[in-house]
């Protein structure tokens, strides 16, 4: 005979919860996400929030360890709302602000979903588009790159493909003719030709390293390759799901590809840095 291990109660034989105690559950569950996510979007008071909180946990079996999750859910749920239409104004961002800090949740517990970084993406965004230059990024290690006197580093991308769009000349339609015998062991190839030349591109992987963005340039370092690239050399900018694709102002220039993993960001990041 188990107990349930939500009331404590006899569950029945082989069983470990009540049906009706799980729905409860999750149930209350689900209210205090929704309780956590009205209180940051400055629906309701944050003084009382957790109270609340603890009030319906008891109702549901929801352990009290649990709460800071809910705060957490609560306050991902309210970013995910502040980030729908595409943008974050400085209310938005400051209630989210202010939540985290009223709760004393940091980056480590918001950013387990990708959240927290988005927030401060969307407002690094906001302040270029306002004519103001970012200084949001707190580095812990030294990069390996020399900035320009009076230049601002605005993002850094860790672990990026970087890729070269190639042409390759290969030759089709050749064939390689017959062959005569004239001595033994001696032969003489006829009508052999080699055929057209056709042009092939392809994207080749070459590093992946470091890429960090300023107001001034593009700059890259991996364990093969590493460069800056003004933004007055760019022509034309790609973009790309998981990256971005540059071309710069040169005869010989090829196509470069950037993968950071979030297309969205890093084209408007640069787009708009190269505008200023």
Not at 32 to 57: P, Y
Not at 193 to 207: L, N, R, S
């Amino acid at each position: 005979m188990g107990d349930c291990i939500y009331c404590g109660k006899p569950a029945g034989l082989f069983k470990t919860r009540h049906k009706e105690c799980e729905e409860r559950y999750k149930m209350a569950w689900r209210s205090m996400v929704e309780t956590s996510k009205n209180a940051a979007l400055g629906l309701c008071s944050l003084e009382n929030l957790t109270n609340e909180l603890h009030q319906i946990a008891q109702q549901g079996f929801v352990p009290t360890g649990k709460i800071k999750n809910a705060l957490v859910a609560g306050w991902e749920q309210a970013a995910l709302h502040f980030l729908s239409d595409g943008n974050l104004s400085k209310e938005e961002e400051e209630k989210l602000y202010n939540f985290a800090k009223f709760f004393n949740l940091e980056q480590k517990d918001l950013d387990n979903n990708g959240f927290y970084t988005k927030v401060v993406q969307a407002g690094v965004l906001r302040d270029i588009m306002e004519g103001k230059l970012p200084t949001r990024v707190v580095l812990d290690t030294h990069l390996p790159f020399n900035f320009q006197k009076g230049e601002t580093l605005v993002w850094v991308f860790q672990n990026v493909k970087y890729f070269e769009s190639r042409v390759k000349h290969e030759y089709v339609g050749g064939t390689q003719g017959v062959s005569i015998r004239i001595a033994k062991g001696i032969y003489y190839r006829i009508g052999g030709f080699k055929g057209y030349p056709v042009e092939k591109t392809e994207v080749v992987h070459i590093d992946t390293g470091i890429m960090a963005v300023t107001d001034k340039h593009i700059y890259f370092h991996g364990s093969l390759r590493s460069f800056r690239i003004p933004y007055s050399k760019i022509v034309s900018f790609q973009p790309y799901s998981d990256g971005i694709g540059i071309q710069r102002d040169a005869a010989s220039a090829k196509p470069q590809i950037f993968l950071t993993g979030d297309g969205w960001f890093v084209y408007n990041l640069v787009t708009n840095l190269a505008r200023r």
